[in-house]
């Protein structure tokens, strides 16, 4: 009984930290959002990582609050190209571009205000 009580808790937990986003970069959706003048936010995930799920769903949020920012995500163990390409070395990575020009990079950063903010200063 132990043993299945414990296979279940295990598994449940892994369900609660599976991230559930799929990779939505690629160099024609990038390449359209600047010429088009937009604020470019990428954000670097890991499937497991926890802090990438906590940053996530603030990005989402934002995602539905910041109507004229594209958001795109990789996964930076999965989508290898893309993190060399962007030189991305580590997950919970967040890269802003504007104007054809990368502005900001954070590694870790998880707190929703602080995310919200940076955002703003660039529109």
């Not at 939505?24 to 990038?30: K, L, R």
């Not at 996964?75 to 990575?93: G, H, M, N, P, S």
């Amino acid at each position: 009984m132990k043993k299945i009580i414990f296979t279940l808790f295990f598994l449940l937990t892994l369900n609660v930290y599976a991230v559930d986003k799929s990779t939505t970069y690629s160099t024609e959706v990038f390449n359209k959002a600047q010429k088009d003048g937009k604020l470019v936010v990428i954000n670097s995930w890991q499937e497991t990582c926890v802090t990438c799920r906590i940053q996530i769903e603030f990005l989402d949020k934002a995602e539905k609050d910041f109507k004229d920012v594209v958001f795109l995500s990789f996964d930076q163990e999965r989508d290898t190209e893309i993190a060399k390409k962007l030189k991305v070395d580590y997950w919970t990575t967040i890269l802003i571009f504007k104007d054809n020009e990368e502005v900001y990079r954070s590694i870790g950063q998880t707190d929703k205000d602080k995310i919200y903010s940076i955002i703003n200063s660039f529109l």
